[in-house]
């Protein structure tokens, strides 16, 4: 049997076209279908490891959980993660394939990436019932459609009836449905079967004329109105760094007050997210020296290009405010790229980095980091050691780094025994500076808390007793709860004619 196919497109980026597919493959798997995700091509920060080392668009890692797959690099076969300006890598069924500069890839990849996009589709095809695809931006670049393998090209290739998908929340909701749809060509427009608006705030009657007018301007129906609903699931670019979560907080608004770098390349930020979910605990995303304060916890996340990243810090005064900080009794950790920049040297032989200079680190850890070109991408799992006061317990992540860190062991401890022998991470002998390769690492629910409470009672605070609920258990509530939220607000009946007459909801 080959798959039928939906496709969600969008209006423009970050109308919420992964959470409305996310909604879809858990919808669909709930019915009974054998459904799964597909995103020709991904440009975004947030990566996931899949089970076998491959690197993929965090969002289809997302996806397939919640579809109850294991992901696999078919399902996002090309992902490319911005690197500097106008550069990026190009990572290939979840491998390194090389860097490249947006000219190069335009003229010369593009058409070389369509047979291996079409293998996957067809690999996809023949194993599941339903294919949920995801586009990217939005169909109606003008400049960029020739060469767009992501939008309507893949609506083609796989024969899938294209959902529409704008956000009202930003305004302008049918001026930019219209315009889309009167950029597409006459083939295009066809594929386009539904709309669905998304992140509606307000009283839903006051649409129903606006409503009638589009569907008759159209000829287009709309398939629903999707309410704003905050579930904890994680963002797929740094478009996400402007939402509310990170701007709510205050320092004195929560008893413990978290704060993390904005790096100018930063990555896999969404390592943070369970931070969110601890009470009384505030993050703030710090973009510039002025907003630092003194913060209990300071995060150094990843970053695609550490020495420019460090570079960066110091010219802003970071790197003084940071060591002052550890001076004070504060905590800091850095995680992967962040962890790198801890450390006293990195080296950079190979030019991996840009240049090839090297760069002084911060020296709040005794290790050294030498760049190379072999890029680490594995699932990890690994035993807590006992040098920061904490339980002894078993941590799981993922590692996506490039370069070797050694470790003075006579300086300091490492953070984890990984199972395969391996050691990961460093931490000081007073125990407040972490660092480790390890995203994913707060994600271990019971490690946060008892971070968070070794934290509270430095200060004066009781701790918090109340259970912890495991990653799993938490991502599995939030998948069944954007389920039931957009099946409740869409006209699924309609969507599975669409899709194939014989599905049934």
Not at 107 to 119: G, R
Not at 136 to 147: M, Q, T, W, Y
Not at 153 to 158: D, G, K, S, V
């Amino acid at each position: 049997m080959t798959a039928k196919a939906i496709m969600i497109q969008g209006t423009s980026s970050d109308v919420g076209k992964s959470v409305i597919c996310t909604a879809f493959c858990r919808i669909f798997s709930n019915d009974g279908l054998r459904v799964v995700p597909f995103k020709s091509q991904n440009m975004a920060l947030n990566s996931f490891v899949t089970a076998d080392g491959g690197e993929i668009g965090r969002a289809q890692g997302v996806q397939a959980e919640a579809a109850r797959v294991v992901a696999t690099t078919d399902m996002n076969p090309i992902l490319l993660k911005p690197k500097q300006d106008m550069v990026s890598e190009v990572i290939v069924h979840g491998r390194h394939f090389l860097d490249m500069d947006a000219r190069s890839y335009r003229n010369n990849f593009v058409q070389e990436a369509m047979p291996i996009v079409e293998e996957s589709v067809r690999k996809l095809q023949q194993s599941y019932d339903v294919i949920v695809l995801e586009g990217a931006g939005s169909p109606a670049e003008i400049n960029l459609k020739d060469r767009d393998i992501a939008n309507m090209r893949m609506a083609h290739l796989a024969d899938a009836a294209v959902i529409l998908v704008a956000d009202i929340d930003r305004g302008g909701v049918f001026a930019s449905i219209v315009g889309t749809l009167a950029l597409l060509d006459e083939a295009e427009r066809k594929r386009v079967k539904g709309i669905i608006i998304n992140k509606f705030r307000g009283m839903r009657e006051l649409l129903d004329d606006g409503l009638r007018w589009l569907e008759q301007e159209t000829g287009i129906p709309v398939l629903g109105v999707v309410p704003y609903i905050d579930v904890n699931i994680e963002a797929e670019d740094s478009l996400a760094l402007s939402s509310l979560r990170f701007k709510k907080p205050k320092q004195n608004e929560f008893a413990i007050d978290v704060a993390m770098i904005r790096l100018p390349r930063i990555s896999n930020f969404t390592d943070v997210d369970p931070l969110f979910d601890e009470p009384d605990v505030g993050v703030r995303l710090v973009g510039s020296l002025k907003e630092l304060g003194e913060p209990d916890l300071l995060i150094i996340p990843g970053t695609k290009n550490t020495i420019g990243d460090l570079a960066w810090l110091k010219e802003e005064g970071f790197d003084r405010a940071i060591c002052e900080l550890h001076a004070k009794g504060k905590r800091v950790i850095g995680i992967c790229g962040g962890f790198q920049m801890l450390g006293c040297e990195l080296l950079d032989p190979d030019a991996v980095e840009g240049n090839g200079e090297s760069a002084i680190g911060l020296s709040l850890l005794p290790v050294k980091t030498v760049f190379n070109k072999e890029k680490k991408t594995k699932q990890m799992t690994g035993r807590l050691v006992q040098a920061i006061g904490l339980n002894e317990m078993t941590l799981s992540g993922f590692e996506i780094h490039l370069g070797r860190t050694e470790i003075d062991a006579a300086k300091a401890s490492p953070f984890l025994l990984l199972e395969d022998g391996r050691e990961d991470g460093a931490v000081s002998n007073d125990g407040l500076v972490i660092g480790t390769y390890f995203h994913g690492v707060f994600h271990n629910r019971q490690f946060t808390r008892e971070l968070v409470n070794q934290i509270r009672k430095q200060k004066g605070l009781p701790g918090v007793q109340e259970t912890v609920k495991s990653d799993a258990e938490r991502r599995e509530e939030a998948y069944n709860l954007l389920a039931n939220h957009v099946k409740q607000h869409v006209d699924m009946e309609s969507l599975y004619k669409l899709i194939n007459p014989k599905f049934s909801v």
